[in-house]
């Protein structure tokens, strides 16, 4: 029986294979990582440096594209919490690699949900049925954040820096589909690469809806991230202007 974990490379997905190697040790542990090209560099050093410390086996699947190539060619964003590329990127990419490789009794599939949205856990069990699936994070204690950074500690590696950031969570280099304003803000600040590329589909797919007379759409509720970035940039101005004392004029 091998037990297979969903490696996100952020912390929970972490933890949750520390706690699967120490039940069922290292040699049965599979760790498959669903590679985005759109993870933040420090992403992937964590990736590199955990796998090595844990000693299990990595499957990388690539389909070589990133979330806003997707988007591009599917020329839709989503909506009501539903992304494109996590089925692209992620689900679809998964799902053929177990059913080439394993029936469903040769393993036991895992995901790094926390206590806090445990309410994942039926859907996605409903997702790969006949397959079983399990969250190690929620097996005998409601295990959080500290937990995990204290693992990280004890096995001195630094956590991904999207954490320290500030970013609600470590996917996407801050510029997650799905995100929100907040984060998006941090997106343009830490990963301003990224978020030129998200601000450039967005444009693009625009563009083809002005064409066709539909109304924009806008990734974040009320703005474009053009309309965002220029605002910060205007905001960061009026921050740095020099203001001389002149009480003594
Ligand atoms: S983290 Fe966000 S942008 Fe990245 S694949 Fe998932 S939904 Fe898409």
Redesign the pocket.
Known sequence: MKHIIFYSTGLSSFFATHLLIQKYGKENVIAVFAD?M?EDEDNYRFLKESIEIFDVKLITLCVGKN?YDVVKKKKYFGGAGV?P??GE??VKPSKTYVLENYQPHECKLYFGIEWSEQERIEKIRNNWFPYEVDSPLLWDNYYTRPDFLNLCETLHISPPRMYALGFSHA??GGC???SGKKNWIKGLKFSPEKYEIAMATEEYLNNDRKSKGKKPYTIIRNISLKNLKEKQELQQQSDNDVVFCSCFD
């Open positions: 985005t759109f979330p992304a590329c996590s990127l992620k996917n996407c997650c589909l799905k």
